[in-house]
């Protein structure tokens, strides 16, 4: 139990375009999505919290609108990257949690974005 | 400010034990996490602690003083497949993650 999808696993895109990455709580119903970036050889940073129905909480030093962040439903949480640039490109991971109280995050395998 | 330090890097023998540690300056606490995460992959959970003492799970246990801001990650019997990142997080009104401990694990 507890799977969390992210799709596309990795893309490429030329600079300048937008991107929209899934994340999916597949077998449990997620009120809260987490977004991190992370560089090579570094560690997971939030980028964004992400509640059902309501806005995104961005961390500081994330730009709002070059990370549009939707959570549509309590199994969606979808983030996009607007006029990407090649220093967007990272490894992004999605984390959903079941309840608002609870502890503990369910990962998905992360999207690879690389921007040319 | 928020601070988690943990080595970058560790290398043991196959079979033996390591530990990991990790030190935490946090505003607020709300429970200590060790993840596993392999190259390319996503973390995956190992441990949780949020009141002092060990926790055990099979060859992984875990440990917690909160009033030292401090905490290791205890790996017996060491296999190459335990080499990768190991990364602790401190849970507060968020999840901040300490820059991981590269572990290799050698023949």
Known sequence: GAVVSQ?????????????????????FQATTMFWYRQFPKQSLMLMATSNEGSKATY?????????????????????????????????????????????????????????? | GQNIDQPTEMTATEGAIVQINCTYQTSGFNGLFWYQQHAGEAP?????????????KGRFSSFLSRS??????LLKELQM???ASY?????????????????????
């Open chain 1, 59 to 116: 961390e500081q030093g994330v730009e709002k609108d070059k990370f549009l962040i939707n959570h549509a439903s309590l199994t969606l949480s979808t983030l996009t990257v607007t006029s990407a640039h090649p220093e967007d490109s990272s490894f992004y991971i999605c984390s959903a949690r079941l309840t608002s109280f609870g502890y503990e995050q369910y990962f998905g395998p992360g999207t690879r974005l690389t921007v040319t």
């Open chain 2, 81 to 83: 497949k335990d080499s």
């Open chain 2, 68 to 73: 030292k801001g401090y905490s290791y990650l």
């Open chain 2, 87 to 107: 990364l602790c997080a401190v849970r507060t009104y968020k999840y901040i993650f300490g820059t991981g401990t590269r572990l290799k694990v050698l023949a």
């Open chain 2, 44 to 56: 995956t959970f190992l441990s949780y602690n949020v009141l002092d003492g060990l926790e055990e």
């Open chain 1, 7 to 27: 799709h596309p696993s990795w893309v490429i895109c030329k600079s300048g375009t937008s991107v929209k990455i899934e994340c999916r709580s597949l077998d």
